[in-house]
DNA sequence: ATTGCTTCCTGAGCGC
DNA sequence: TGCGCTCAGGAAGCAA
């Protein structure tokens, strides 16, 4: 399940492997994986040179030097491959990306949940209207959180999963967040206090930071861009964990049908709304 | 405006 | 062995 550091990970490597490939064209092999927001202009053939390849939230972002960005958001198991041609396609190959030369790059992704978007570079990103800010940035501080949690009674655990607040953090990081800040994730996000919104912020980079650097968590589907894993789910102190690091029973509950993990011991009865 | 429920989808794991 | 059930969850769409 690509979050933030997942597709951190991938993005670094793709710019490392196949910046300046000439892409000769994205292949659609399951209908609705690929949106076109171009159209009716033709679109080029080739398509263009990868001249860039950059991250915002969970969408990677493909430049290419006919002026034309590809958007790709991995859903749950997306996964970005580089291959050729004359490879073996994967069971659930959804869309294709053909190098000239004949190197390529698959679209596997077997719950469908993964897209494709081309639009022009000149146009709005077509997704950031939805889309708040990057929690690794210096945008995102304890102030950010005060001006908008002050109106928000529902669970800092929601909150942390809303795009529209912070981009990027998933069920995972969410979850290892709020244990390293030892906040209860039933806590109303306007009941935080001062404090535990300074420390908050500075978990939330702590865990995606040291997660980059392992590159990413690999829980079942998500791998990199060489099919190799991940390293964080070595490190993860609550989630999918039957005991937090300091050996307390780690407790699952389910908010907005999802499943949260949390130790009860560490983390601070939650300040509910009236 | 905010929140939460449902939907999309497939494979793994489990009980019988 | 195999069937049916539940679960995993990112984000859009909808209802309250």
Redesign the pocket.
């Known amino acids: ?1 690509p ?1 933030l550091p997942e597709v951190e990970t991938i993005a670094r490597e793709l710019r490392d492997q196949v910046t300046g490939e000439i892409i000769t064209q994205v292949t659609q092999l399951r209908s609705g994986t690929v949106t076109d927001l171009i159209s009716p202009a033709r679109l080029p053939c080739p398509l263009g040179t990868i001249t860039s390849i950059g991250r915002r ?2 969408y990677l972002i493909f430049d290419l030097s006919t002026a034309i960005l590809i958007v790709v ?1 991995l ?2 198991t997306g996964k970005l491959i580089t291959a050729t041609a004359a490879d073996e396609r994967p ?2 190959l959804r869309a294709l990306f053909s190098f000239a030369g004949g190197r390529c790059l698959f679209f596997d992704d ?4 993964g897209h494709i978007t081309l639009q022009k570079q000149s146009d709005p990103l077509y ?1 950031e209207p ?1 889309l708040g800010i990057e929690p690794l940035s210096s945008a995102f501080n304890k102030n950010y959180l005060k001006q908008h949690l002050v ?5 800092v655990k ?2 942390l ?1 809303d ?1 529209s607040l912070i981009a990027g953090i ?2 995972i990081y969410a979850c290892e967040a709020l244990y390293r800040s030892r906040i209860h994730p039933a806590t109303s ?1 306007a009941g935080l206090s001062v404090a535990q919104m300074n420390a908050l912020v500075l978990a939330v980079k702590e865990v995606l930071t040291a997660a980059i650097e392992h590159n990413g968590t690999t829980i079942s589907d998500y791998r990199r861009v060489d099919d190799k894993t991940g390293d964080f789910q070595n490190f993860l102190r609550v989630y999918q964990k039957t005991a937090c690091p300091r050996g307390h029973a780690v407790q699952k509950i389910v908010q ?4 949260t993990y949390y130790c009860p011991a560490c983390q601070k009865a939650p300040i509910l709304p009236r």
């Not at 109106?151 to 669970?155: K, S, W």
């Not at 907005?256 to 499943?259: F, I, L, S, Y």
């Open positions: 399940m979050e939230g969970k958001h859903g749950m069971d659930h077997i719950r469908t949940f997704f939805r109106n928000r009674p529902g669970p929601n909150l999963l795009q998933g069920n996000g907005a049908g999802r499943t």
